[in-house]
């Protein structure tokens, strides 16, 4: 049976007539010199190391200390939708005290006019309107920060950007009205938005790669 093997060419020269040297044989090893730059070179293989090779070149922990950033992309999300859910409630029982309590609150009052413009709200159905508009626009807002949730736990870019969009609008709002309770607020979460969306697109953090550069308060053994 003919042998499989590659064919090496050798040379069949006496080494006496070459000088003395030894006929080489080429060889090829995947961990050798040169093999880098070639074929292992294009491969991104998990070797099971700890640490991500190129994390010492990018910002991949909230503040350089805290959590990474799809942590925090989880928390600042979370914390949004407990505030709109309490501001739903308080919406609610607010009407709800109003409505049954009127002419309590009107007694209270002062102001005649103050006192008839209440009557008139109330009484026009305009506290319904409004709290259906406060409640509608909060369940968005929901529904658009459960989305940055999504998109942390599955590593999906376009959950970040539909999140982190309404903390750049509320930013954009609080820089045109000058409410500096808001800029910091919608700068503080909007910033592991941006740098988790940044390290997804580089392909810093994937679902491959996470547990390499996963942290939590600043703890990289995890």
Wanted: a negative charge.
């Amino acid at each position: 049976m003919a042998s499989k093997e590659a064919f090496l060419p050798v040379s069949t020269e006496d080494p006496d007539q070459t000088g003395g040297s030894v006929p080489i044989v080429p060889s090829y090893s995947p961990s050798g010199p040169g093999s880098g730059s070639t074929f292992a070179g294009s491969l991104s293989v998990d070797d099971g190391n700890d640490e991500f090779p190129n994390s010492a070149n990018h910002h991949v922990l909230c503040f350089n200390y805290c959590c990474d950033f799809r942590r925090a992309v989880l928390v600042v999300n979370g914390i949004s939708i407990v505030i709109k859910l309490l501001v739903m409630l308080g919406v609610a029982v607010g009407v709800s005290y109003l409505t049954k309590n009127l002419d309590v609150i009107e007694a209270d009052i002062v102001d005649d006019d103050a006192r008839q413009q209440v009557d008139m709200v109330v009484n026009s159905g305009g506290i319904v309107v409004f709290e259906a508009f406060i409640e509608t626009f909060e369940m968005i807002s929901i529904g658009l920060h459960a989305c940055g949730i999504y998109g942390a736990l599955h590593f999906k870019r376009w959950g970040i950007i539909t999140a982190g969009s309404t903390y750049a609008i509320s930013l954009f709002v609080g820089i045109v009205t000058f409410d500096i309770g808001n800029i910091i607020v919608s700068s503080l979460f909007l910033y592991p938005h941006y740098f988790m969306h940044k390290l997804m697109k580089a392909g810093i953090m994937t679902d491959y790669n996470y547990h390499k550069i996963a942290s939590c308060c600043g703890d990289r053994q995890m």
